[in-house]
């Protein structure tokens, strides 16, 4: 066993742990801290999907950080440009020497009496358990399982004579050129792969039980390009980031407020693009617009491949697999030699871990999120969650930017502890991610909760959150503060500083 000690421990090195570890040392520098990463690398879900065409689904001026530049010209950029990104913006920052690699938390408990975390790893490269202890525990390991995504149980599945794979286990071998392939799903996973898969498969045909919103994004930022050339970097990448920011929010509150008229125009451009010998059935979602994200595909890509044939969509119910490949519902059957479940994800938060304070367990379901970034009393913890109605990093940032201020106001205050506290009962059935889609209604059970009003209240609005966590109070009558004076413990009430 080892004992490593630090002011902040931070779970997860990937896009937000990165981006949190920069923010610590360019805020708060004099504070110690180490990244606890269970792969091998840098970048998290950029370094974990391989599958044919992997790439954002959204644009890079936003999923980009705040204090570094995206310089690329794709709009969407693909999954390896974005985990050296990500590698790059660790080298610049020194970041890359207080990553611990092959570590995966177990388990972490909170002791209020020594006012500090112990952290229980697993060195996933020697097998041998580790101990870790912190001040403040950050945790950025996103909201799904990187052990396996959500594969449904298939009627039929082992009869299926051909190969079954899970994009988030893509296999190095896999040869599909020549080969039928289906993909199973629609989300931005199953766009991604159909025209990607295009170009090399004999066909690709994309099963899908209900549609989804597809919207056509350009693939270069032709406007930034032409203005580097006599703008400084950053503000250029500030300028198409504020713009940027703006559509996303317009459309997010036209497809709330106007759900009709944003329908009518996606089902429009979508015909459009397609022509007219493809069904828009497979386009006509059941739902309104943003109940469940947006698919975001570049230069059209999906539409071009379905209108010159080269891939086709069906909209049914699986019946069974069969020897060589589906039999639908409708008694249609699709022959396959490979087929992709892109299916979705497994949620799971704090990468499966346990949290607990003086031995006693917080299940994340029994609680409540303050500002999207603490959880109600757990002392000296945070986690770093993304948008899901916009781009991840937009939140990610400013919500490590509020940790920062909060560590640098405890410093100053001489305070030990900090735990979110709920006076008005303010607890609501409804988790803290506001969607419906399949992935986030089978794990609302393992969810934590939101409240019904502020700032247990999750709004999902950046244009919100940024005043509140960038410039906000930090001694509302939320958070309870306990100040160490000489061995001893003293539990503050409110001030009004």
């Known amino acids: 066993m080892s004992n490593n000690h630090f002011d902040v421990l931070i779970i997860g090195a990937g896009l937000s742990g990165v981006g949190a570890a920069c923010h610590l040392s360019r805020q708060s520098p004099d504070r110690s801290f180490a990244l606890i990463e269970r792969r091998k690398r840098i970048g998290g879900t950029w370094d974990l999907f391989r599958y044919p065409g992997i790439r954002s689904d959204s644009d890079m001026y936003t999923l980009g950080y705040n204090f570094r530049p995206w310089t690329e010209p794709k709009v969407l950029a693909d999954g390896p440009s974005i985990r050296e990104y990500i590698a790059d913006t660790a080298a610049e920052y020194n970041i890359d020497d207080k990553i611990y690699f092959e570590r995966r938390m177990v388990d972490a408990d909170f002791s209020t009496r020594d006012g500090q975390w112990t952290v229980r790893v697993e060195n996933e490269g020697s097998g041998e358990s580790e101990i870790f202890t912190c001040q403040f525990l950050l945790c950025c390991t996103g909201y799904y399982n990187y052990d396996a995504g959500y594969t449904p149980d298939f009627p039929g599945a082992d009869q299926f004579k051909g190969r079954l794979v899970h994009p988030q286990q893509w296999p190095e071998d896999l040869d599909y050129s020549g080969k039928k392939v289906v993909v199973i799903g629609s989300g931005a996973t199953a766009v991604t792969l159909v025209p990607a898969m295009a170009k090399d498969a004999e066909h690709v045909t994309m099963l899908q039980r209900s549609p989804t919103y597809i919207a056509t994004v350009p693939e270069r930022d032709e406007l930034s390009v032409k ?5 400084p970097e950053m503000v250029v990448y500030r300028m198409a980031r504020a713009r940027n920011i703006g559509l996303q929010r317009l459309v997010y509150r036209l497809s709330k407020q106007r759900p009709g008229l944003v329908r009518r125009a996606l089902l429009a451009a979508a015909r459009r693009q397609l022509g007219d010998d493809i069904d828009m059935k497979h386009f006509r979602p059941s739902y309104n617009p943003w109940d469940e994200r947006l698919c975001a595909v570049p230069n059209g890509d999906l539409f071009k491949v379905l209108r010159r044939g080269e891939a086709s969509i069906v909209t049914d119910h699986i019946d069974t697999f069969t020897e060589n ?9 699709l022959d396959a030699d490979i087929i992709i479940t ?16 003086d031995g006693e367990t917080r299940e994340p379901r029994d609680v409540l999120v303050y500002k999207g970034v603490m959880l109600r009393d757990v002392p000296n913890m945070a986690m770093v969650f993304g948008y899901t109605n916009a781009s991840w990093t937009l939140k990610a940032d400013i919500a490590a930017e509020y940790v920062c201020r909060l560590l640098n106001y405890m410093s100053r205050k001489g305070l030990q502890q900090v735990t979110p506290k709920d006076h008005d009962g303010s607890d609501t059935d409804k988790t803290f991610l506001d969607l419906q889609s399949g992935y986030v209604q089978r794990a609302a059970h393992r969810l934590p909760r939101q409240g019904d009003k502020a700032p247990w209240k999750v709004l999902s609005n950046y244009l919100y959150d940024l005043p ?11 958070l309870e503060f306990v100040k160490a004076e000489g061995g001893k413990r003293r539990r503050l009430g409110v001030s009004r500083g």
Do not use: H, P
């Open 227 to 231: 203005l580097r050339r006599f703008l």
């Open 325 to 333: 490949g589906i039999r639908l519902k409708s008694g249609e059957e």
């Open 342 to 357: 892109a299916t979705g994800l497994d949620l799971q938060l704090l990468g499966g871990a346990e949290l607990s304070v």
């Open 468 to 478: 509140r966590l960038r410039y906000g109070r930090l001694n509302d009558d939320a």
